[in-house]
């Protein structure tokens, strides 16, 4: 059984073993005798690394054995593995060749934090967002059948992530083309069932057989020439099963349902793995596992410790008190939110809040302590979060759906169809907009911008301090139809935050800063930056607050008075916020000059986020630069 450690270690550990186990052609060549000692070894390396990086941390440790189990049984990468989300996934990092580079984790032109294609031939299909593999593996399943090849795919699903519809679609289509493949459920919070032991480990062992296989198939054969018997001798299987194992959804979705078995056991997991391998159909192995496996503070907090900063060092100095600090932080945009959330949720009876399943991450915490019959969080399903706000709207509810900008993507359909084309009053509050550093181009918040300024009757506001958000999440709950509010991951410049409830006027953008020849028209959190560079350029700086509906007579004042527009945003350039007022212009046939600053039309790779921002020439640098080249070519 695992080791369990107490603190993460700052010195490198000794791994002999797992210095032999670089690859996993290496691994399959260690006698099984030594695995458990290369899971110890291999789980305190994983916390070595993650203390030096910072990263995911819970999930890769409760998987362990799981990974060394699955690179010693299939033959990777001719057998496909694919990990759903990715958050699991270090081991399999540690162990594919990548170990010396685990340093580099999540930093600018270092690993990712989830499984790539282009990083590794071992990571057979990209990830970030949840709910995807079983889909993906399929897809590999039946071109392997298509290409009469014998490799194998297997699917590794987390019990969260069985919670998306996209999930049980996958599952439901399997069984119809008999695809041959495997999916592990890694249940680690015993969420479905906690029929663990060893009743259900020897089951396991006996129904995953290929002994148990024949006879079975034998049995078919000849209770087949008897009316009714097979399908006497199936019920009365599927029945037994169910009594002793939670799988009857999986059998009657068409899945060979093996489990519930001790993920962290090595021995049980090699025996039904082999056995599982070579059986023909869907088939469907439960593990259950312990996040945090091995680390006995993870075991006992496994939410606070899902990720962790990284270490510092011993002698490193102590933070500055904030009084001496060059430049106050204020609260995050997050707490910004949840605080708001209570204040309305006081004052207005009618709203409820709605999270697919990102309570802590959207600040939801205390307003799900205090209003626990109006809190309703969905699990990952973030289309039935939309849909279920409609419901709720269509009854004279006031739903606010508070969902990351990248999530929000994977409900577009429902946020036109279901939501906006019967013009619901449905308030969705999206963090993490813009670029969100280490997780990088899976979890930024790109597009949002360009992806909801083009649904007719939608709110669409971008804030640029803590107190403008405050305020524009008011107005969106009081305005008569959609209305969008997008704010960044992170602390906001430390503004004043007004403690009312008041709305802005809808469509109005405020001039901050009054200059002459340049106006920056700043869409969200880059005003600040923005200021500094009409400082130096003596620009006009405009906070545009709305993208929908745009400022229009603000627009054209400022195109008649300045011989340069530039807008700022931190969204794709293409169709986002500086497309629209690009539009307005040709609409009216104003002639003036416009500069577009934003994301680029590529993914922009994991760093920090003000590397990131710096790349994408969305620092005061990057803005006074392309002001500067723009007025050069304007003046000859």
């Not at 396991?204 to 024949?214: D, G």
């Not at 706000?389 to 269509?394: D, I, L, Q, S, V």
């Not at 429902?414 to 813009?434: C, E, K, M, P, T």
């Not at 911008?449 to 999440?473: A, H, K, Q």
Request: charged share 20%; hydrophobic share 40%; net charge negative.
């Amino acid at each position: 059984m695992p080791t369990t450690f107490h603190e993460i270690p700052r010195e490198r550990p000794l791994t002999p073993l797992l210095d032999r186990a670089n690859t996993p052609d290496a691994l399959r060549r260690l006698a099984e005798a030594e695995l458990d000692t290369l899971a110890d070894e291999l789980r305190q390396y994983l916390l070595y690394t993650v203390g030096q990086t910072g990263g995911h941390f819970g999930a890769g440790l409760g998987v362990i054995e799981l990974t060394i189990a699955l690179h010693y049984v299939f033959d990777t990468p001719d057998d496909r593995l694919v990990w759903d989300v990715g958050h699991q996934a270090y081991p399999h990092k540690i162990l594919t060749g990548r170990r010396e580079r685990m340093g580099s984790l999540r930093q600018k032109d270092g690993i990712a934090a989830f499984p790539r294609r282009s990083e590794s031939e071992y990571d057979t299909f990209g990830v970030g967002h949840s709910s995807t593999s079983i889909s993906a593996a399929l897809g590999m399943a039946i071109a392997a059948q298509l290409q009469n090849s014998k490799r194998k795919a297997v699917a590794v699903i987390g019990d969260g992530a069985l919670t998306a519809g996209m999930a049980f679609e996958a599952l439901n289509h399997a069984s119809e083309v008999n695809a041959n493949m495997l999916v592990i459920l890694n249940d680690n919070d015993m969420s479905i069932s906690k029929n663990v032991g060893g009743l259900s480990n020897y089951l396991a062992k006996i129904l995953s057989s290929r002994t148990y296989a024949s006879m079975r198939e034998g049995s078919k054969k000849v209770l087949s020439r008897l009316p009714g018997a097979w399908e006497i001798a199936r019920k009365t299987e599927e029945h037994a099963k169910g009594m002793l194992v939670p799988g009857t959804l999986f059998e009657e979705l068409g899945w060979n349902y093996i489990g519930p078995i001790d993920g962290h056991d090595l021995p049980i997991l090699l025996a039904t793995l082999r056995n599982m391998r070579d059986l023909d159909g869907p088939q469907f192995l439960h593990v259950v596992t312990k996040k945090g496996k091995g680390f006995a503070p993870a075991e006992v907090d496994p939410i606070g410790y899902h990720a962790i900063t990284k270490l510092e060092p011993i002698n490193a100095p102590a933070a500055q008190p904030l009084s001496i600090q060059k430049q106050a932080t204020g609260p995050k945009y997050s707490s910004v939110f949840g605080q708001w959330l209570c204040d309305m949720a006081e004052a207005d009876e009618r709203l409820v809040g709605i999270t697919p399943a990102m309570k802590e991450g959207s600040d939801l915490v205390a307003f799900s302590e205090r209003y626990p019959e109006r809190y309703f969080d969905v699990a990952i399903a973030e289309q039935h979060a939309v849909t279920l706000a409609a419901g709720m709207a269509c009854e004279g509810a006031k739903p606010v759906v508070a969902i990351y900008s990248t999530f929000l993507q994977r409900a577009y359909d429902q946020l036109i169809h279901d939501v906006a084309v019967q013009h619901l009053d449905v308030l969705f509050a999206i963090d993490r907009a813009g670029l969100v550093g280490e997780d990088g181009p899976t979890h930024a918040g790109s597009f949002d911008l360009s992806y909801l300024r083009c649904i007719p009757g939608m709110l669409v506001m971008t804030p640029s301090d803590e107190n403008e958000l405050r305020r524009m999440l008011s107005t969106g709950h009081l305005y008569d139809g959609p209305a969008a509010v997008r704010y960044p991951r992170g602390s906001g410049p430390n503004a004043v935050i007004e403690p009312g409830l008041s709305p802005l006027e809808v469509g109005r953008g405020v001039v901050r800063r009054q200059g002459q020849g340049v106006a920056l028209l700043v869409f969200g959190v880059q005003l600040r930056e923005a200021l500094k560079v009409g400082e130096t350029l003596n620009a006009t700086v405009v906070d545009m607050r709305f993208v929908k509906p745009l400022d229009e007579a603000l627009v054209r004042e400022l195109a008649a008075s300045h011989g340069l527009l530039v807008s700022i945003e931190e969204n794709s350039i293409m169709g986002g916020a500086g497309s629209a007022v690009s539009e307005f212009l040709a609409r009216e046939s104003l002639s003036t000059p416009m500069l577009h600053l934003g994301l680029p039309d590529y993914y922009v790779e994991h760093a920090k986020p003000a590397q990131m921002l710096a790349e994408c020439g969305l620092d005061e640098a990057g803005i006074k630069a392309a002001v500067r080249e723009r007025l050069t070519l304007l003046n000859g």
